[in-house]
Structures are given as C-alpha cells and as structure tokens.
C-alpha cells in the first residue's frame, strides 16, 4: 500500500491512501490548487482518486472539498452529522451518508469509520486496509478512548496527532476559551498524550510512526521529535508537516508480518457516544 499525508495541520489536512488502483483521500482542508500541485510533486493524478471521506466539518478539513469532488466528479463518503455541518450543497449523485462505524469497500480496499471524541457533530476517524495492512489516521482526537486504542493496537501504519506542547498552550497568547477548546478532552491531545497512546498500546506489527496536526502556534517539529524519537527506534518515525506533503511511502508487509495478522474489522468494539 502507497500513501502521504498532502497537507497535516490546524490549517488544512489531506492524507492520501491507495492499493493499485484503488485510491483515496481522507479529507479536503486546503484548496483544489494546492491539492493537485502537491499531488503533482509526488507523481500522483487527482483523476484517479475514486472515493473522498471526510472525518468532520471544520474548515481544516473540508475547505477545498466542494470545488475538488465536482471538478474530478469523486464519490465523497461522510456521516449526517458531518455533512449538515459542512453546511454544503454538493451534487447529490456524489454524496455517500455513512454510519461513523460504518465499513465501505473502494475496490480492494476497506474504509473502516471509527467513532470518537471531538466536537463536532457526528466526527469519525478512519482505518484504510487491504485485508493484510491497516494503514490507521488517528487526527481530531478529544481523547484516547477505547476505539483509538484498539486502532493503535491494529495499526501497521499509524498517523497520529500530536497537536500542542501543553507548557507551549499554557502560556501562549491563545484566549481562555480557545486554550479550554482545545485541552477539554473534545478539542485534540498533547505530544505527552499522544506518546502515552503510542507506548500503551502499539504492537509489534506497526512499522510505520507519522506525527500529524501540529499546532502552529503552540508546537514545534524540534519538540515532537524529541518527544517520540527515543521510543521510536525500531519503527521509522516521520513528521507531517504543515507547508509541504510528505513522501509517498510504500508499505510491503514481511511474511511474518501477514502471519500475525488481525483483521481489525472482525476485532474492534465500537464505543456508541
């Protein structure tokens, strides 16, 4: 399996996922132009995208979904909740409702919904597998609850938030009610959140570690690498940055990785919120 995050950040995320053929986008958070000239310096083509999901409203996660789905005419998977809150009028013959749990198959592909905390109204993260690599986007995380941490246990490949520095946040020119927002457990967690996530509940099987939706303003990359580089030191760890896409990777799974598999489709247990 291929995939890159195009943009990672509080201002816009696109992470790109495929098998072959089969491709797709797990949100729309920066413009259509900036999209393709991003997936352009990877080799990639918008054309051949053939699903969208997007896991929740805000803007960061939506803000070039409704002229790139119609411009390349892509099927765009998302929940009631998220999609009253887009407040967008997009062509009904390309609009999927989904359940947050809901499992959709994209050619070899399974799109997994994972319900969790954030708020908005109707939010879900997602698992993309081909039945041997899940390839898991664990962003817009309140916090850890038991669906994120079965993921994390699942996950070959795993892109997790580490949006603020809690000292950064503390002291920072944010309002009380933006600092609150974002700590409440319904906003996004911490680098030592994250890394507590990571150490309690990663396994052997994941190989790849992706640090994403980093603060601007209350976070730096020096800061998460040190965080998470010495615990990383048998898996790669990579950053995703706000400005730029990162590589486009490729994951090819060992014989012994495919032994001990665990499909996390027949695993996880769905918190209902």
Same mark, same amino acid.
Not at 51 to 71: Q, W
Not at 221 to 227: G, K, Y
């Given at each position: 399996?291929?995939?890159?995050?195009?943009? &990672?950040?509080? +201002?816009?995320?696109?992470?790109?996922?495929?098998?072959?053929?089969?491709?797709?986008?797990?949100?729309?958070?920066?413009?259509?132009? @900036?999209?393709?000239? /991003?997936?352009?310096?990877?080799? =990639? &083509?918008?054309?051949?995208?053939?699903? #969208?999901?997007?896991?929740?409203? @805000?803007?960061?996660? #939506?803000?070039?979904?409704?002229?790139?789905?119609?411009?390349?005419?892509?099927?765009?998977?998302?929940?009631?909740?998220?999609?009253?809150?887009?407040?967008?009028?997009?062509?009904?013959? !390309?609009?999927?409702?989904? +359940?947050?749990?809901? /499992?959709?198959?994209?050619?070899?592909? $399974?799109?997994?919904?994972?319900?969790?905390? @954030?708020?908005?109204? *109707?939010?879900? &993260?997602?698992? #993309?597998?081909?039945?041997?690599?899940?390839?898991?986007? !664990? $962003?817009?995380?309140?916090?850890?609850?038991?669906?994120?941490?079965?993921?994390?246990?699942?996950?070959?490949?795993?892109?997790? *938030?580490?949006?603020?520095?809690?000292?950064?946040?503390? $002291?920072? /020119?944010?309002?009380?009610?933006?600092?609150? /927002?974002?700590?409440?457990?319904?906003?996004?967690?911490?680098?030592?959140?994250?890394?507590? =996530? !990571?150490?309690?509940?990663?396994?052997?099987? !994941?190989? @790849?570690?992706?640090?994403?939706?980093?603060?601007?303003?209350? +976070?730096?990359?020096?800061?998460?690498?040190?965080?998470?580089?010495?615990?990383?030191?048998?898996?790669?760890?990579?950053?995703?940055?706000?400005?730029?896409?990162?590589? =486009?990777?490729?994951?090819?799974?060992?014989?012994?990785?495919?032994?001990?598999?665990?499909?996390?489709?027949?695993?996880?247990?769905?918190?209902?919120?």
């Amino acid at each position: 399996m291929k995939y890159a995050a195009i943009a &990672s950040g509080s +201002n816009g995320n696109c992470y790109y996922v495929a098998k072959g053929e089969d491709v797709v986008l797990v949100d729309i958070g920066i413009n259509t132009k @900036h999209v393709e000239l /991003r997936m352009a310096k990877l080799g =990639l &083509s918008p054309a051949g995208i053939k699903a #969208i999901f997007i896991t929740h409203e @805000h803007g960061d996660h #939506i803000r070039g979904l409704s002229v790139f789905c119609k411009r390349y005419q892509i099927p765009v998977y998302l929940t009631e909740g998220t999609y009253k809150g887009t407040k967008l009028r997009l062509p009904e013959h !390309l609009v999927h409702i989904i +359940n947050a749990d809901a /499992r959709t198959a994209v050619g070899d592909l $399974t799109v997994i919904g994972i319900p969790k905390y @954030h708020d908005a109204k *109707e939010p879900c &993260s997602f698992v #993309i597998t081909d039945g041997m690599t899940n390839v898991s986007i !664990l $962003t817009d995380l309140g916090r850890g609850c038991d669906n994120v941490k079965h993921v994390i246990q699942h996950s070959d490949v795993l892109l997790l *938030e580490s949006n603020y520095d809690e000292e950064m946040l503390r $002291t920072g /020119r944010y309002s009380y009610y933006l600092k609150n /927002r974002i700590s409440s457990g319904w906003g996004h967690i911490s680098n030592r959140e994250a890394l507590e =996530l !990571l150490l309690e509940n990663r396994s052997p099987r !994941l190989r @790849h570690l992706i640090l994403g939706h980093l603060s601007g303003e209350n +976070n730096t990359v020096d800061i998460v690498e040190q965080t998470f580089a010495p615990h990383c030191e048998e898996i790669e760890l990579s950053i995703a940055l706000r400005t730029e896409e990162t590589p =486009l990777y490729e994951y090819v799974p060992a014989m012994q990785t495919i032994s001990r598999f665990v499909y996390v489709e027949q695993q996880i247990t769905l918190t209902q919120f």
